[in-house]
């Protein structure tokens, strides 16, 4: 059974810091974190291929931090100086193996999404 479940959301103050999991039942050549804000779109936050190449959104550069123990088939993303604009429900995702190159940054290249876990951020 395909499965992805996060953890590690919650309500926190601005500056503070958290950290997200997600633990797959599957391999996968990538897995990345979407964050998704009330009347806004999914957008990309972070992602890490199995090779440990990994990229980042702009917006989180510097305070966010991704990482992936192949071994447990899971991908964590650490969280400092969170601010109120990064208050979003976060999503996990994972990409297949094969089809060519891939651009991790995109939602279409994920088949596989985690029920989504909430990040408040108070000011």
């Known amino acids: 059974q395909v499965q992805l479940v996060e953890s590690g959301g919650g309500l926190v103050q601005a500056g503070a810091s958290l950290r997200l999991s997600c633990a797959a039942s599957f391999s996968s050549y990538a897995m990345g974190w979407f964050r998704q804000a009330p009347g806004k779109e999914r957008e990309f936050v972070a992602a890490?291929?199995?090779?440990?190449?990994?990229t980042y959104a702009d917006s989180v550069k510097g305070r966010f931090t991704i990482s992936r123990d192949n071994a447990k088939n899971a991908v964590y993303l650490q969280m400092n100086s969170l601010k109120p604009e990064d208050t979003a429900a976060y999503y996990c995702?994972?990409?297949?193996w094969g089809g060519g190159p891939k651009d991790i940054s995109l939602t279409q290249t994920y088949n596989y999404w985690g029920q989504g876990t909430q990040v408040t951020v108070s000011s």
């Open positions: 890490v291929r199995w090779s440990s190449g990994s």
């Open positions: 995702a994972a990409a297949p």
